[in-house]
Structure formats: structure tokens, C-alpha cells
């Protein structure tokens, strides 16, 4: 795979908009100095061009890795996306739990799948032919499901072991 500068402008951009959507969530954990947010920024902005050469660093040996550093990029977007829009969201309605959060995360959901459609094939896959958007809403509504189920697992066990992620319970400290 050719890396060219062009994909660490790309990954600083990608590192950048991820320290944007991160600011909603880190408000809500109540970290609200401003100079966080914009250490958040510039850092991330620095460590994802990082990711992608290190990718390309061990796609040497292991030719895989250099998708890989742009696809952890982007990743990490879609998530920062999807829990900053609904950070807003939630505090915008006042809604921080029960059943109707789920409604205030949908818009979230639909921003981060459309963002990883489009990152992943412009940039990372590059593949003009490959998957089609109804693919990727599939794939990542089956993975947001399959976390819902255990999410509402781990609230249903109460005791030592408070979270069961895929099968292995998490004591609580």
C-alpha cells in the first residue's frame, strides 16, 4: 500500500476532528477547562499521523497494518462522534438515562456510520467497487446491538462482578 504525505495531512485532519467531538464528552465528565480541549486537539492531531506510520512501519511484516493505522483513525472518530453527539444531545434534552436515551444516541449512530462510509472508502480502503453503504449500517447496527445486549446484561448482575463484556465478567474494584 502507498502512504503518501497526503495521508498524514489526512490523519492530522481525521486527529483533529476527533479532538472537536471529544470536547462534548469530556465536558460531561466535567473536565471544562478550555486548555483541555485544546491540548485534546493537538494532541490527537499529532498521535493518529503517528498510528498511520507506525502501520506502515509494521506492514514491513506484517503487510496488513498499514490499513490498519487508517483504520484505527477513523475508528476512533466514528466513536468520538458518536458518544460527542450524544454528550450534546443528552445535555441539550436533559435525557441521561433510561430507555429514551436510546433515542437521543440514534442521531449519533447515523452521523458516525455515514462518517465511516466515507472515511473508510475515500481513504482507507480506497475501493471504488467494494462494500455499499447498507453493508456498513449492517455490520455496525449488529455491533451497536450486540453492545446493548450487554450493556443491559451487565446492568441486570449485580454483586462483585458489576460488567460482562463477550463473555468475561469484570470484577468491580
Not at 49 to 78: H, T, Y
Not at 104 to 129: C, D, E, H, M, T
Request: hydrophobic share 50%; net charge positive.
Amino acid at each position: 500500500m502507498n502512504i503518501s504525505k497526503k495521508d498524514y495531512y489526512i490523519a492530522a485532519i481525521v486527529g483533529a476532528l476527533t479532538g472537536i467531538f471529544a470536547i462534548p464528552t469530556l465536558f460531561h465528565l466535567g473536565l471544562r477547562n478550555p486548555f483541555v480541549f485544546l491540548f485534546s486537539i493537538v494532541i490527537i492531531s499529532v498521535l493518529w499521523p503517528f498510528g498511520v506510520w507506525l502501520g506502515i512501519f509494521l506492514s514491513r511484516w506484517l503487510p496488513f497494518m498499514a490499513q490498519v493505522g487508517k483504520f484505527a483513525a477513523v475508528g476512533f472518530l466514528n466513536t468520538a462522534i458518536d458518544f460527542g453527539v450524544l454528550n450534546l444531545l443528552s445535555y441539550l434534552s436533559g435525557v441521561t438515562a433510561g430507555f429514551v436515551i436510546g433515542g437521543v444516541n440514534i442521531p449519533g449512530f447515523i452521523v458516525a456510520v455515514s462518517n465511516s462510509y466515507l472515511w473508510n472508502k475515500l481513504w482507507v480502503s480506497q475501493q471504488r467497487n467494494g462494500y455499499s453503504y447498507h453493508d456498513v449500517c449492517f455490520v455496525s447496527f449488529r455491533g451497536r446491538r450486540r453492545g446493548v445486549v450487554e450493556y443491559r446484561q451487565s446492568r441486570r448482575h449485580r454483586g462483585f462482578f458489576d460488567l460482562e463484556l463477550f463473555g468475561l465478567q469484570i470484577p468491580r474494584f
